[in-house]
């Protein structure tokens, strides 16, 4: 059966990590979201199974993996849930264990990035915490960028096996690198080209990805949302310190 | 062997969520950074174990958990690993995901809470950004603390089995509740005092949790951490809306 991800059809946001994995897999998946809402689809789709009161574990937000009887909440809980079973980590607990580690390194990260254009509240728009993200977003490319980018940089140097994150192949945290630069470059432009140079395995992770068969076919599919200033990486030019 | 845990030794912060659970099962476990500096104790050896530049799998950041040969950072990790182990988690793999999911809300949540003293940057000082704490603590209490203990009231409500978050006795996740309720009563007495009324689920398990023979030991032991201005709950009056 094919799995069924939840997830809003206008971005790519958190979804895109897990998307990413099941497009890198070949693996048979329906998003949801994507579909007609004459066949199901669509964003009131993805309120109604999020809002469902008969479901005895509901789910506190997308992205939400459905695999048969059991559905899975949480980028980093639904990609050690895939992981195994698509050919994406490690076979043993502890690699399985450190990749899930990466990824919710990767989490936190991309809060950090969410709230660049979103300080003070999620219940404002951008435009009334425009002065407090002009703060938060040089500080954030000061220290932050350069913190979680070292931090990345130093697991590949250390991976006696190859230029990823983990062991000879590919895992799905390499994937979420691929995915926080394209994010970064899209939403800080000036920045990134003056910081990204410092870090070139992360530079090579993501060109790596970029160029594998079934991630160069999905990026230039039509199921490759394009970025956009409704998603988690926004190009807001006064950021872009 | 003793199970050991890696995490600043001034501050309950996120460390205390692995606390509490190794204390409920009565592990055997070092709190290193507890330890006298001259016995390889103290916040010395926290730096150093996470700065190990011999390590092949390195940690961004504490709490780190040590078990013999396997180490693991991020504290929903630490307890995703540690449940099966010391009776605090699901024995099947659904149960077990779900459980982590819950942690996972948790973890998002808790950076929300540490924003509310720091919207605009860790590299300021508190004083630096109070103007901008005072709007987002406002809009944090508004919104966000009645959205997540909505959504864990209903999970309880929702759980055919008892009054915790999953199944008839207790998990992790529900450890972690009594440690926000307790958290969010110590930063904002005044606002808690209004808010959590509404969610008598929660703050019974709170109270259930309070009264368990081995957390209550540890409650008044030197073993736990005060709250104070140091750590992931802080009480600034001018915050307390």
């Given at each position: 059966?094919?799995?069924?991800?939840?997830y809003w059809?206008?971005i790519?946001?958190?979804?895109?990590?897990v998307?990413l994995?099941?497009?890198?897999a070949?693996?048979?998946?329906?998003?949801?979201g994507?579909?007609?809402?004459?066949?199901?689809?669509?964003?009131?789709a993805?309120?109604a199974?999020?809002g469902d009161?008969?479901?005895?574990?509901?789910s506190y937000?997308?992205p939400i993996?459905k695999d048969?009887?059991?559905?899975?909440?949480h980028?980093?809980?639904?990609?050690?849930?895939?992981g195994?079973?698509?050919g994406?980590?490690?076979?043993?607990?502890?690699?399985?264990?450190w990749?899930?580690?990466?990824q919710?390194t990767?989490t936190?990260?991309?809060l950090?990035?969410?709230d660049?254009?979103h300080?003070?509240?999620?219940?404002?728009?951008?435009?009334?915490?425009?002065?407090?993200?002009?703060?938060?977003?040089?500080?954030?490319?000061?220290?932050?960028?350069?913190?979680?980018?070292a931090?990345f940089e130093s697991?590949i140097d250390?991976?006696p096996?190859?230029a990823?994150l983990i062991?000879?192949?590919?895992?799905?945290?390499?994937?979420?690198?691929?995915?926080?630069?394209a994010?970064?470059?899209y939403?800080?432009?000036?920045?990134?080209?003056r910081i990204?140079p410092?870090y070139?395995?992360?530079?090579a992770?993501?060109?790596?990805?970029a160029?594998?068969p079934?991630?160069?076919a999905?990026?230039e599919s039509?199921r490759?949302i394009d970025?956009?200033e409704?998603g988690l990486?926004?190009?807001?030019p006064?950021l872009?310190?």
């Open positions: 059966m094919a799995y069924e991800l939840y059809p206008m790519q946001g958190r979804g895109e990590f998307r994995a099941l497009e890198e070949g693996a048979d998946y329906v998003d949801v994507r579909k007609p809402k004459g066949e199901g689809g669509g964003p009131g993805i309120a199974f999020l009161e008969a479901n005895p574990r509901p937000a997308p993996l048969g009887g059991i559905t899975i909440a980028t980093a809980n639904i990609l050690l849930y895939l195994g079973r698509i994406l980590a490690p076979d043993d607990e502890a690699g399985r264990t990749a899930h580690d990466l919710l990767v936190d990260f991309v950090e990035i969410h660049t254009h300080p003070i509240s999620n219940a404002l728009y951008y435009e009334d915490q425009k002065e407090e993200s002009v703060k938060r977003a040089a500080l954030f490319l000061e220290h932050r960028v350069p913190k979680h980018f931090y697991v250390r991976n096996d190859g990823h062991g000879a192949g590919l895992t799905y945290p390499d994937l979420s690198i691929f995915q926080l630069i994010g970064l470059r939403a800080f432009p000036n920045a990134m080209a990204e410092d070139p395995n992360l530079t992770l993501h060109d790596a990805v160029a594998r079934n991630i160069k999905y990026l039509d490759r970025f956009n409704m990486f926004r190009r807001y006064e872009d310190g």
